[in-house]
């Protein structure tokens, strides 16, 4: 089915290991971001990329590292995983920032460091 | 982009009425989205109003936006059960990603 995927849906690692998290879009979306959310934070950006090997610092993109070598795809890497890091991460994706910033969201990886 | 700032943080109506969350920005947008989140999952745009429009409806939604005011509304008529959930507002300004509040968590008792 077209639409937006993330993988693993949960995962237990822990501390100091590297983890990736993947995100797959089938829409050809142009934008894709990673959000994280934590309770009492909301959504909060970690990087967004405006086309293939774009990428730009959100709001906490500290510990995190992402690539984007092909337009569908947007993995997120935690280097060295901390426990602060436990958290629900979200990727969207979108057509376009001017006019078109719809976001449509994946349905979440939740990640706990141990 | 600015942050939508959602009021009330939570809301809790009996089924059949209407829920009305309101949001808040601080400088002009190109347009502003609603977007609602069930527990556990990811969001799901819900409605996306532009800065020329003051109101628009879809099925039970209806959003306006007074830009003099710097604030939009989203109004849920005959609220279900399954409405439950968190809205987030979020403006746009056409150039930078958009930036997502904390939300209106919404409880519709049966």
């Known amino acids: 089915d077209a639409g937006i995927t993330q993988s693993p849906r949960y995962k237990i690692t822990e501390t100091g290991r590297q983890v990736t998290l993947m995100c797959h879009q089938t829409?050809?979306?142009?934008?894709m971001f990673w959000y994280r959310q934590d309770l009492g934070h909301g959504l909060r950006l970690i990087y967004y990329?405006?086309?293939?090997?774009?990428?730009d610092k959100g709001e906490v993109p500290d510990g995190y590292v992402v690539s984007r070598s092909k337009t569908e795809n947007f993995p997120l890497t935690l280097e060295s995983a901390t426990r602060s890091q436990t958290s629900v991460y979200f990727c969207?994706?979108?057509?376009?920032?001017?006019?078109?910033?719809?976001?449509?969201f994946g349905p979440g990886t939740r990640l706990l460091v141990l | 982009s600015q942050q939508g700032e959602e009021d009330p943080q939570a809301l809790s109506i009996q089924e059949g009425e209407n829920a009305t969350m309101n949001c808040s920005y601080k400088?002009?947008?190109?347009?502003l989205q609603w977007y609602r989140q069930n527990s556990g999952r990811g969001l799901v745009h819900l409605i996306l109003?532009?800065?020329?429009?003051r109101e628009k409806h879809s099925g039970r939604l209806r959003v306006t936006l007074d830009t003099s005011k710097k604030s939009s509304s989203l109004l849920i008529t005959a609220s279900r059960a399954a409405d439950t959930a968190s809205y987030f507002c979020?403006?746009?300004?056409?150039?930078?990603?958009?930036?997502f509040g904390k939300g209106t968590r919404l409880s519709v008792i049966a």
């Open positions: 400088t002009s947008i190109n347009n």
């Open positions: 969207a994706s979108s057509p376009g920032l001017a006019g078109s910033e719809t976001q449509y």
């Open positions: 109003i532009r800065s020329n429009e």
């Open positions: 990329s405006a086309a293939a090997d774009i990428t």
């Open positions: 829409w050809s979306h142009s934008y």
């Open positions: 979020a403006p746009g300004s056409g150039n930078t990603p958009l930036v």
